[in-house]
C-alpha cells in the first residue's frame, strides 16, 4: 500500500475508532506522525488529500480540524480514496480510453476547424501556473471532451464522454499521490494540442496514447500493490 493511501487508513481508523470526532482539532504535525508511525511527509500528504475531499479543515494558523460533518458520512468520503484501487472495472474504462482517445486525436488534427483550434487552445490557457488538482482534472475532461466534438463524430464523441466520468476518481487521486503527475499532464495536454494544431495526425495519436496511458500504468500499479498487501 503507497504510504499516503496507509495514512488515510490510519486516520480513517482514528475517525472509526472515536479518537477523531466531527469537529475536533488533530493533533499537531509531529505528534500525530509518532502516534501513527509515520513520516510527517506522509501524514502532510494524506491531510492535503483529505482536506481535498473536506474531510478535514486546514485553517491557516489554527490548526486541522475533522470537518463537521456525521461520522458515516466522513467514512463514505475518505473510503473512497482507498476502495477504488481494489475495483479493476476502472482499469478497464482506462484501457477503452487508450484505445479511442489516441483515435479521436488523429481525427481531430485532420478535421477540427481553427476555432475549433482556437477554442481549445483557450481551454488549456484557463489553468494558471499551480493549479489545484481538483481543477486540473476538470480541465482534463474539458480539453478531452472539446477534442472528440472536434472529430465531428457523434458517436465517438458520446463513447468518449461515457467512459470519461467512471475514471475521475482515478485520475484525481493520480494527481494527488503521484509526483509530478499535474506537471506531465499539462506537459501532454500541450503536446497532444499543438500536433491538432499542426495537423499532424499520428503525433497527435501518440501523444494521446502516452497521455491515457500514464494514467492506466499508474492504476495497474496501485492494484498490484493493493493485491500485495
Known amino acids: 500500500m503507497a504510504l499516503t493511501d496507509e495514512a488515510i487508513e490510519k486516520i480513517k481508523a482514528m475517525i472509526l475508532d472515536g479518537e477523531l470526532r466531527p469537529g475536533e482539532r488533530l493533533p499537531k504535525e509531529a505528534e500525530l506522525a509518532e502516534h501513527l508511525g509515520l513520516s510527517r511527509n506522509s501524514l502532510r500528504e494524506a491531510v492535503r488529500a483529505l482536506s481535498l475531499i473536506r474531510v478535514l479543515d486546514v485553517r491557516q494558523g489554527d490548526g486541522t480540524y475533522v470537518t463537521s460533518l456525521e461520522p458515516g458520512l466522513l467514512l463514505e468520503a475518505i473510503g473512497f480514496v482507498v476502495d477504488f484501487h481494489r475495483d479493476d472495472t476502472v482499469l478497464q474504462f482506462l484501457e477503452v480510453r487508450r484505445i479511442l482517445e489516441p483515435a479521436a486525436a488523429a481525427l481531430a488534427a485532420q478535421r477540427m476547424t481553427d476555432s475549433e483550434i482556437a477554442d481549445l487552445r483557450a481551454v488549456f490557457g484557463q489553468l ?100 500485495d498487501d
Open 128 to 227: 494558471g501556473p499551480d493549479p489545484s488538482v481538483e481543477a486540473l482534472v476538470q480541465n482534463d475532461l474539458e480539453f478531452h471532451r472539446r477534442i472528440a466534438a472536434g472529430t465531428g463524430n457523434a458517436v465517438l464523441c458520446s463513447l468518449i464522454d461515457g467512459i470519461s466520468g467512471p475514471t475521475t476518481r482515478a485520475r484525481v487521486w493520480r494527481g494527488l499521490t503521484q509526483e509530478g503527475a499535474v506537471d506531465r499532464t499539462q506537459e501532454q495536454h500541450l503536446a497532444i494540442l499543438e500536433a491538432i494544431a499542426a495537423r499532424r495526425p499520428e503525433v497527435a495519436r501518440s501523444w494521446a496514447t502516452v497521455h491515457v496511458a500514464g494514467v492506466e500504468d499508474w492504476l495497474r500499479q496501485a492494484l498490484s500493490s493493493s493485491l
